[in-house]
């Protein structure tokens, strides 16, 4: 009785104190331990607030920082509301001792940049809502301390670009929202690191293609929303999604559909093409687990052409929404009532032919369009694709923002090709024959971003071909006739962000080749013939992320070229004939370099210091398909999440004894096996037991095995992880 009474007595004690601590403006419920701050005109984040408060509403105050260490006073947080307080900065260790944090809203702040230890200290957390931000930029390791994270929402941001391995960290997120940025381009791995991942949300972005390469990394969604993007056609084998099952690419710019589109999605259950440009679709092959399709909304011509698809729907016994726009006899149809008798080509029953300005200026007041285009004035798209031209139309609404001019035959690009296309964002000139781009071609396209102009037939550019577009940001002039890069060209593209030219004929780059290029984040040279670098030649790219080489001519790593680039992260050098590494070759980039990718160049020896420097900071290492036995100790990368060792014929020795004990450390899957000796030729190097002769293996082993007076943590040595599944 005197036990209970006393802790009676504690208990009130504390709630009084509780009580006296309460922030002025707030009101504080200590008996379940909440305290509401809204909309209290705060400046600072209170420092009175109680310390066993486990939900925190500080909504509608006016914090701009949230300075480090602003909560250690509250460590039993659980819930943390941070929304329209005018956030701009988090800064390194805002949420620093909040290790049982499961909800944070920072939703309609005006945050800008994510850095690496912004996040620190929240272990705990489950659901993370940055909704309603600005946020441009993501430092790589943002997202490092959030393993417990499942639900991350970034939508209504300003992303224009996820940079690879962007989300590592989240190993069990469950859903990323990323919906109404202006996302263009993503990482072929910017999803790598979301074993976990069930659904993804894409909708209302930018995106100009289905990003195949990005997706296919996520073995587990099972829900992809990618409507509201301007997608204009879905190619064979667009979506390698093993486990998904809803697709949703809604209210897009989707003209045509591949028959093997979904081959390599098998369990595609259902999938949504309402409000898109479809007069019909093909018999889906490999989609057998398809049981509704949505098509209203769709101008669907249901002619004989169509027939296949309406076969392969009554086969299958997949649901249909749709109704026929044409021909005027089955105007208003449903699909699924239609029989094939009806569905009859002739010729007063063929695809109508485009209007033409006149007469598309009377049926819609201001709305115009070329003879034999297309013009979407809900979606401001303009297409004249494969339609046999050998000028470039003109005539397009003013209002056009992407325009497709894909497979035609224009040869030439004359100046001032696109008259009045002011608000242009992305020029689609892929696969036209073009030998020459004219100076001032692009002369008033003053915002254009994106330009393609890949598979054409250029060697050569003038140093005024980009004048008049300076917003600039993504050029892609892959699969032409370039023999050297376009000395000059850059110089009018203070904007330049990323530039392919990939699968050239380049042999060298020289100085001065890319003068101007000083916001150059990603280049991308690989498939040419590149044999030399300079050492000046990529030093007016100071800001350059991601380097690819692979498949050129280089006989050694360019270690000269890569002084003066203190942001790459990404460096790609697989099948270069480099057969030698000699010592300090990646020195220069040691303290940036996070994915480093050596595979497939018959490499037969690394000599010992060749890793100098690198350390902590190497996320992926690549070195599978080389002829070297052994390799140098690479104990220092202590950050690795892919490590490929496969087909390497390592020589399994006590020499190699440090990569064994090291490899069984990892938590990674590395595939390493032994080329030799002969009783050992094939075997995992962690299974090969020719380690077991070697001085110190025994008195390892028994120390490895030796019971511990204390109670022994089952994780294994290296940071914490399960036992190696290498």
């Known amino acids: 009785m005197r036990l209970s009474w006393g802790l009676f007595l504690l208990m009130v004690a504390l709630g009084e104190t509780a009580a006296a601590r309460c922030p002025t403006p707030c009101v504080c419920d200590n008996l379940r331990g909440h305290v509401l701050c809204l909309n209290r005109s705060l400046m600072a984040i209170p420092t009175t607030i109680p310390q066993l408060t486990k939900k925190l509403d500080l909504r509608g105050n006016s914090f701009t920082v949230i300075p480090a260490g602003a909560f250690l006073g509250t460590p039993y947080l659980t819930h943390l509301d941070l929304q329209r307080c005018k956030v701009e900065k988090l800064e390194e260790g805002a949420f620093r001792g909040l290790g049982r944090l499961v909800h944070l809203n920072l939703a309609s702040n005006d945050i800008a940049v994510l850095y690496q230890e912004s996040l620190d200290g929240l272990s705990s957390l489950q659901q993370l809502i940055l909704e309603g931000n600005r946020i441009e930029e993501i430092q790589p390791g943002a997202f490092g301390h959030l393993g417990s994270l499942t639900v991350l929402d ?28 202006t996302l263009h381009v993503l990482g072929s791995e910017a999803f790598a690191a979301l074993p976990m991942l ?7 972005n930018e995106l100009q293609a289905l990003p195949g390469e990005a997706l296919a990394r996520l073995d587990g969604v099972t829900r992809l929303d990618m409507g509201h993007n301007p997608i204009t056609c879905l190619a064979e084998e667009a979506l390698a ?19 093997e589109a979904f081959t390599r999605s098998p369990r595609l259950h259902t999938l949504d093409l309402h409000a898109n440009q479809l007069q019909g679709l093909p018999a889906l092959a490999g989609a057998g687990a398809l049981v509704r399709v949505n098509l209203a909304s769709n101008p669907l011509l249901c002619s004989c052409l169509l027939r296949p698809f309406h076969d392969w729907l009554v086969r299958e016994r997949v649901q249909v929404e749709g109704t026929c726009a044409a021909p005027a006899a089955l105007r208003g149809q449903p699909l699924d009532s239609l029989s094939p008798p009806k569905m009859r080509c002739g010729h007063h029953e063929l695809p109508p032919t485009p209007a033409t300005p006149s007469e598309q200026l009377r049926a819609g007041g201001s709305r115009q369009c070329p003879h034999g285009c297309s013009c979407s004035p809900d979606s401001h798209h303009g297409s004249c694709e494969n339609r046999g031209l050998q000028e470039i139309p003109q005539g397009f609404p003013r209002d056009t923002r992407l325009l497709d001019l894909r497979r035609n035959t224009f040869g030439v690009v004359p100046p001032s090709a696109f008259p009045g296309l002011k608000e242009l964002v992305s020029l689609h000139l892929q696969s036209c024959s073009i030998r020459a781009l004219h100076p001032g071609a692009l002369q008033g396209l003053e915002s254009l971003v994106y330009l393609y102009l890949t598979d054409n037939r250029l060697s050569t550019l003038a140093a005024t071909a980009f004048e008049g577009a300076p917003q600039l940001a993504y050029l892609n002039l892959d699969r032409n006739a370039f023999t050297s890069l376009p000395t000059g060209a850059f110089q009018l593209l203070p904007n330049l962000i990323s530039l392919h030219l990939q699968h050239n004929a380049i042999g060298e780059l020289a100085e001065g080749d890319l003068a101007g290029a000083g916001g150059l984040r990603w280049l991308y040279l690989a498939g040419n013939a590149i044999k030399h670098i300079s050492p000046t030649a990529l030093a007016p790219t100071a800001m350059l992320e991601k380097l690819h080489l692979e498949g050129n001519q280089l006989a050694e790593v360019p270690t000269a070229a890569l002084q003066g680039l203190p942001a790459l992260s990404e460096l790609k050098l697989s099948c270069n004939p480099i057969k030698r590494m000699r010592d300090r070759v990646f020195l220069p980039v040691a303290s940036s370099l996070q994915h480093l990718y050596l595979d497939n160049m018959g490499l037969q020896q690394i000599s010992p210091g060749a890793f100098t420097g690198l350390g902590p900071k190497i996320r992926s290492l690549y070195l599978e398909g080389n002829k070297m036995s052994s390799i140098p100790s690479m104990s220092n990368f202590t950050g690795l999440e892919i490590l490929n060792l496969r087909d390497v014929p390592f020589h399994c020795d006590c020499q190699l004894l440090p ?43 028994k120390a490895a095995s030796k019971p511990s007076k204390k109670k022994r943590s089952r994780k294994s ?10």
């Open 241 to 259: 999604m093993a486990s998904l099952k809803h697709l949703f690419l809604d209210h897009a710019a989707l003209q045509d559909v591949a028959a």
């Open 154 to 181: 970034l939508r209504t941001n300003a992303l224009v670009y996820l940079p690879d391995m962007v989300f590592q960290g989240l190993a069990v997120l469950r859903w990323l929202r990323l919906s109404h940025n």
């Open 659 to 701: 990569l064994r004990r090291w490899i069984d450390k990892l938590n990674l899957r590395v595939g390493a096996t032994c080329g030799s000796p002969t009783e050992a030729r094939g075997l995992k190097v962690k299974l090969a037991t020719t380690f077991q002769t070697c001085p110190g293996w025994r008195d390892k082993t």
């Open 198 to 204: 069930r659904r993804l949300s894409l909708d209302h």
């Open 717 to 726: 040595p290296a940071r914490g992880f399960k036992k190696s599944r290498a």
